[in-house]
């Protein structure tokens, strides 16, 4: 085996499906079918144990509710699964924002989008094993044959368009448009919203509390609290994107190329005889990144003399203590004590680190009081979202090709560019969907700052447009009149065909495209509390069209 690789990189499982052991000897062969007739490469018999064969690491076919198996088999049994459907993915409520006091208006906030290279590389990857198509052959709905059968060369193979990742998004702006075979977007749903959920919730958390800490450093240590191994490793990525410095977590380190960083725990302070001692082991071991917990026994009385003294010692060898670390007590109180401190005993460039409970509240808070904190270490807060643990986004369709009776001219339909549009109307008049193939503008003025998006039907455009009323999707009585501006549409082409045409930028270009994003955005839409509403709206044509199948669907 050729070093760092591993067999997948060699062979495909998507190509071949089986391993055909030699009963004799044992040699694997990889095959594309269930048949081998050659001999044993190795030892020339003929007999062979069949098994089915997969990459692990790649299994996303059945990361998928139920009824959407169930659906695409009735859709299958109708002989239109491969229908072509547009699907829009959007949220309607932000996470984290609260309002103040009996503040009662209408509240803003975003969502950085997260989540979209590891629903890349999912669905470049997707496809039913042999030993998924087993497990659905023993299911009580005894499908047929023929179904399992064409689910052995299922792939994703539609168009994928979407937000780039690290952008901000904002309530009914579509993150992602989806043409594909209607069966394919049933398939997809659960995995891409579970995805891309849960990610964009943990960007969207981490980029908060970078708004709140500055320029200071923000650490990324939930491993331990996170829902599951899944979460904290992918969060730890979010995390990085956001702008945090470095995570606490190897495994993620490994997997994304993230810095890594750690301090101490007490553990090693108590296994020592002295906490002394334990401070000059440490730094006698790793003299370059010095970080030491003071609260073991007490942090004024004894932890901070010690590190002191450790930090005159490492002076006289020519080294620098970095930081000394707060798990515990007043943050506010004892980093200020601190810091005196270390300031009379000339110890100026040692930093204060703090951790125990962070979350973005705290830390401003403690950032008010003036607390004298340089190194933020933030855990359970942020990895489980604490405050607002999911994020609401949705999958839903809003066009279709026709059927083949409505081919020739139907005027009853509401056709646009070949496509039906489709709506579902709700109670609620800010829960109905906005139908049709769209696409979205942002408009920014003549400073690159963000003035509003603009969702228009695919074949709309702004080029060569003066001006341009936004109009409030649900309050006729706010609008707003925007010139001079340029635009950007935000949507890029991620797959065609299914094959992937989008180049992936790297995860410190995402990271970059997070922070310069972000930086199109007055202050009043990102605060943490009653933020600014962000001005989503429709285009006229598309307005109307709703208005109309409102309308329509009511008679
Ligand atoms: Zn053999």
């Not at 930028?505 to 509390?529: C, G, M, V």
Request: glycine fraction near 8%.
């Amino acid at each position: 085996m050729v070093r760092g690789k591993t067999l997948f990189d060699f062979i495909d499982p998507k190509e071949f499906r089986f391993v055909h052991v030699c009963s004799s000897c044992g040699h694997p062969h990889f095959s594309k079918g269930e048949e081998r007739k050659d001999s044993c490469l190795n030892c020339s018999g003929s007999k062979y144990d069949m098994v089915p064969f997969f990459n692990p690491a790649e299994d996303y076919a059945l990361d998928a509710d139920y009824y959407a198996i169930t659906m695409m088999y009735a859709l299958w049994k109708q002989n239109v699964h491969k229908n072509k459907v547009v699907y829009d993915d959007f949220y309607r409520k932000p996470p984290f924002v609260r309002g103040v006091g009996d503040y009662r208006g209408e509240l803003g906030g975003y969502v950085a989008f997260g989540g979209l290279g590891h629903l890349i590389s999912m669905l470049d990857h997707l496809y039913f094993n042999e030993q998924d198509i087993e497990y659905l052959r023993q299911q009580p709905e005894a499908f047929d044959e023929a179904f399992l059968d064409e689910l052995r060369t299922m792939r994703f193979s539609g168009d994928l368009y979407s937000i780039e990742e690290g952008n901000l998004v904002f309530p009914h702006t579509p993150t992602l448009r989806i043409e594909a075979p209607v069966w394919e977007c049933i398939w997809i749903e659960a995995m891409l919203l579970n995805t891309i959920n849960s990610e964009s919730l943990l960007l969207t958390k981490g980029s908060r509390l970078v708004t709140v800490t500055g320029g200071d450093v923000l650490l990324e240590m939930g491993k331990r609290r996170a829902q599951g191994r899944d979460s904290s490793v992918y969060g730890a990525k979010m995390a990085y994107i956001a702008g945090f410095d470095a995570t606490s977590n190897v495994k993620a380190g490994k997997a994304f190329d993230l810095p890594i960083t750690g301090t101490m725990a007490h553990v090693y302070i108590m296994f020592h005889e002295s906490e002394y001692e334990a401070f000059k082991s440490y730094a006698d071991t790793f003299p370059e990144k010095v970080i030491l917990l003071l609260d073991t026994t007490n942090t004024l009385e004894s932890g901070l003399p010690n590190a002191i003294r450790i930090a005159k010692d490492m002076e006289q060898r020519g080294q620098r203590l970095v930081a000394v670390r707060l798990d515990s007590g007043d943050l506010a109180y004892l980093s200020k004590k601190v810091r005196n401190r270390l300031d009379e005993e000339g110890l100026h460039y040692v930093k204060i680190s703090a951790t125990n409970d962070l979350d973005e509240a705290t830390i401003a808070s403690l950032k008010q009081q003036g607390a004298q904190i340089d190194i933020w270490g933030v855990g359970t807060k942020f990895i489980t979202a604490y405050d607002h643990p999911a994020l609401g986004g949705v999958h839903k369709i809003v066009a279709r090709s026709p059927f083949q009776h409505e081919e020739k001219g139907d005027g009853e339909s509401y056709k646009q560019d070949d496509w039906i549009s489709l709506i579902k109307i709700s109670e609620s008049i800010d829960k109905v969907l906005n139908p049709g193939r769209k696409k979205v503008y942002r408009l920014y003025d003549h400073n690159h700052m963000a003035k509003g998006d603009y969702i228009c039907l695919a074949h709309e455009s702004l080029e060569g447009k003066e001006e341009i009323v936004l109009k409030h999707p649900t309050n006729p009585l706010k609008s707003k009149v925007i010139r001079h501006f340029t635009f950007e549409e935000l949507h890029k082409k991620i797959f065609e065909n299914g094959g992937l045409v989008y180049t992936q930028p790297d995860l410190p270009q995402i990271r970059n495209y997070h922070q310069s994003s972000k930086a199109t955005f007055w202050e009043e839409y990102l605060r943490l509390e009653v933020p600014e509403v962000y001005p989503v709206a429709l285009s006229d044509e598309l307005r109307e069209l709703k208005e109309q199948m409102i309308a329509g669907n009511k008679q």
